[in-house]
């Protein structure tokens, strides 16, 4: 059983997002159930009720070739360009929200990837992932900095009190021309550059967030930025970002795009 799998199901449960589709639990002739663990086990440990279909007296032999295709993957539905950055910062946009609704605070743990039907209801909801998918697409080409979490500091920040300073930020970290070396857009540029392992790991992906939001509202004020790094953990020399000089080194709360 796939633990990660059984707690996206939760989630959905627990939000409502959980549809009746034709897909049925499967149980074999002599009670076995041979599709379907993972359904079951979520509502087990959401105690919500859901309706399902149920078949009984399934085909045994039937059950080495159940769930055996290639899985669908949400980016897939979007049917829009730069599909799966859309899909990833639309995560890191409800990681955002955990944050918020957890007065800054960053939760131990996050499930980033979404199920089909809350990804497009979120699209629905963020059309300004959209503007800036192509945007992000070539400042990624041009300095490594990571789309997903750009894109999403992108989207709040066209809804934020400084939309007027979206052009010269994302100009500016595409060319990177003109910068002092006190500027945020040349500290996220050098991030993005030191930045070429991926986002495997939760920690990253929150550090990642973190200093673009960082690197973004120091723009938005106009103001200069000398050290730009975002404290996860304790600081720890094997993170994406350790704590530098000056740091505490103690949990930092997660800032919100202005």
């Given at each position: ?24 639990v ?86 980033f ?8 209801d ?65 500290a996220?540029?050098?991030r ?47 993170e ?14 997660m800032?919100?795009?202005?």
């Amino acid at each position: 059983m796939s633990q990660r799998a059984v707690a996206g199901l939760v989630s959905a449960m627990l939000a409502g997002e959980y549809l009746l589709t034709h897909q049925p639990v499967a149980f074999d002739a002599l009670g076995r159930l041979i599709d379907g663990q993972h359904r079951l086990a979520a509502v087990v440990q959401s105690g919500v009720t859901v309706q399902m279909w149920v078949i009984i007296g399934a085909d045994p032999d039937t059950f080495g070739v159940v769930d055996t295709g290639l899985a669908r993957r949400p980016a897939q539905f979007l049917r829009v360009k730069h599909s799966t950055n859309i899909h990833g910062a639309l995560g890191m946009l409800r990681f955002a929200e955990a944050c918020r609704a957890n007065d800054g605070q960053v939760p131990d743990s996050f499930q980033f990837a979404m199920d089909v039907k809350p990804c497009l209801d979120m699209l629905s909801d963020w059309p300004e992932v959209q503007d800036y998918a192509q945007a992000s697409d070539r400042i990624f080409r041009a300095c490594r900095i990571p789309p997903a979490p750009l894109l999403a500091v992108l989207a709040q920040a066209a809804r934020g009190s400084h939309p007027e300073r979206l052009g010269t930020f994302v100009q500016r970290l595409k060319d990177g021309a003109e910068l002092p070396s006190n500027s945020p857009v040349l500290a996220l540029r050098r991030r993005g550059m030191e930045h070429r392992s991926g986002m495997r790991a939760f920690k990253d992906r929150v550090a990642m967030y973190g200093v673009t939001v960082k690197a973004w509202n120091a723009h938005a004020r106009s103001a200069s930025i000398s050290c730009l790094k975002f404290t996860f953990h304790d600081a720890d020399e094997s993170e994406l970002f350790p704590a530098r000089k000056g740091s505490t080194g103690v949990k930092e709360r997660m800032p919100e795009v202005i």
